[in-house]
């Protein structure tokens, strides 16, 4: 356990500088306007203030006002209203240069919370509507960390018994599939899910073990759609509370590719690929350790939290997560693929 708590949080490269990435990007979000409609309202993610990320000439292209607004976890975002819009495509267009840098939490501390630590940190020890605190959480938590005081060590154990016991849908597309909610039940029952599944198990099992996390919403800058007319989709990953107040991401989802206990085919070999920020080369013990405390520079972040409440407020209730938009027409929602799509695109600047 010594030699664990020793290294937990460092680096795969130590000794090496952090990398650093730099990214134009294009988001755009095509709502499709139906006949009758008498309001639009929408609410587009836009890159956050993000210690590891700066954003520079961001410009936005819309045939209606926009305005940047707020939600309840203080993500910043654009707000899109039209009162009776014509029937037809509403296109609006978000465009920005972004500098990432790689995240490296470097070694564990080997303590435990002080009551500093913790103070105002409630919320991030709740339960979800899909990250579910119950008594059968309760008690696998206890198994899987055994007691243990030390949360960056009790963190680790439980980002071991996920990898160990859940399966990334992309390995096995005809067999497994993900929740459309981002779901700890789902995942827990089912063995499998997808970024949102994983992180959302790993987060239950972590705050009812004490240890304060959120989760972050984003897209990873994929080597094989830089340059290319293809939406990059979204990702997410976890930041947990250490002993000194200081937050650290996990990627347990992407970690899980990297095990290479799967092998590829014509069914899985593009999901595979496109899972993860440079490709899937087989298996990758080095990374299985690196995205516990550590994270690529191949990425944005969009938002963080769960159960939302946007500004202005929404009609439909809380929103389940905002990796891309929401949209309501006429108070009701307006859901992705059919009533809008998002694409996001972007090319690597020296």
């Given amino acids: 356990m010594n030699v664990i708590l020793c290294t937990i949080l460092t680096a795969a490269l130590a000794g090496?500088?952090?990398?650093?990435?730099?990214?134009?990007?294009?988001?755009?979000?095509?709502i499709k306007v139906p006949e009758g409609a008498k309001k639009v309202r929408a609410w587009i993610v836009l890159p956050q203030a993000d210690p590891m990320q700066s954003v520079e000439d961001l410009k936005i292209e819309s045939p209606v006002p926009t305005?940047?607004?707020?939600?309840?976890?203080?993500?910043?975002?654009?707000y899109v209203e039209a009162a009776d819009p014509k029937a037809g495509e509403l296109p609006v267009v978000i465009t920005f240069t972004l500098k990432r840098s790689e995240v490296r939490s470097g070694p564990a501390t080997g303590?435990?919370?002080?009551?500093?630590?913790?103070?105002?940190?409630?919320?991030?020890?709740?339960a979800n509507a899909n990250v579910v605190i119950d008594d059968r959480i309760r008690k696998l938590s206890g198994e899987i960390t055994g007691g243990e005081k030390k949360p960056e060590v009790a963190a680790r154990k439980i980002y071991d018994w996920v990898l160990q016991n859940v399966e990334y849908w992309v390995?096995?597309?005809?067999?497994?599939?993900?929740?459309?909610?981002?779901?700890?039940?789902?995942?827990?029952?089912?063995?499998?899910?997808?970024?949102?599944?994983?992180?959302?198990?790993?987060?239950?099992?972590?705050?009812?073990?004490?240890?304060?996390?959120r989760i972050v919403y984003g897209s990873l800058f994929k080597t094989e759609l830089d340059g290319q007319p293809?939406?990059?989709?979204?990702?997410?990953?976890?930041?947990?509370?250490?002993?000194?107040?200081?937050?650290?991401?996990?990627?347990?989802?992407?970690?899980?590719?990297?095990?290479?206990?799967?092998?590829?085919?014509?069914d899985n070999e593009v999901l595979v690929r496109r899972t993860t920020s440079d490709g899937y080369h087989g298996p990758e013990p080095a990374k299985v350790?690196?995205?516990?405390?550590?994270?690529?520079?191949?990425?944005?972040?969009?938002s963080s939290g769960r159960d939302l409440t946007l500004e202005p407020k929404q009609e439909a209730g809380p929103v389940?997560?905002?990796?891309?938009?929401?949209?309501?027409?006429?108070?009701?929602?307006?859901?992705?693929?059919?009533?809008?799509?998002r694409t996001m695109t972007y090319k690597s600047r020296t």
């Fill in 289 to 302: 350790e690196y995205y516990f405390g550590n994270l690529d520079e191949r990425r944005v972040t969009w």
């Fill in 111 to 126: 303590k435990t919370y002080s009551p500093e630590d913790l103070e105002g940190k409630e919320k991030y020890l709740q």
């Fill in 320 to 341: 389940n997560a905002l990796p891309k938009a929401y949209v309501e027409v006429d108070g009701r929602v307006h859901p992705e693929k059919t009533g809008w799509e």
């Fill in 67 to 78: 305005r940047r607004v707020h939600d309840s976890e203080g993500n910043e975002l654009l």
């Fill in 171 to 213: 390995k096995d597309p005809k067999n497994k599939k993900a929740s459309p909610v981002g779901s700890t039940t789902y995942c827990l029952e089912h063995k499998t899910g997808n970024c949102t599944d994983f992180h959302s198990l790993w987060m239950s099992l972590a705050r009812a073990a004490g240890i304060p996390s």
């Fill in 230 to 266: 293809t939406d990059a989709s979204y990702h997410c990953w976890v930041e947990f509370l250490r002993p000194g107040g200081q937050w650290a991401p996990l990627d347990v989802s992407v970690a899980d590719i990297y095990q290479g206990d799967f092998s590829t085919s014509k």
């Fill in 16 to 30: 090496d500088e952090a990398k650093v990435g730099r990214f134009q990007v294009r988001n755009e979000v095509k």
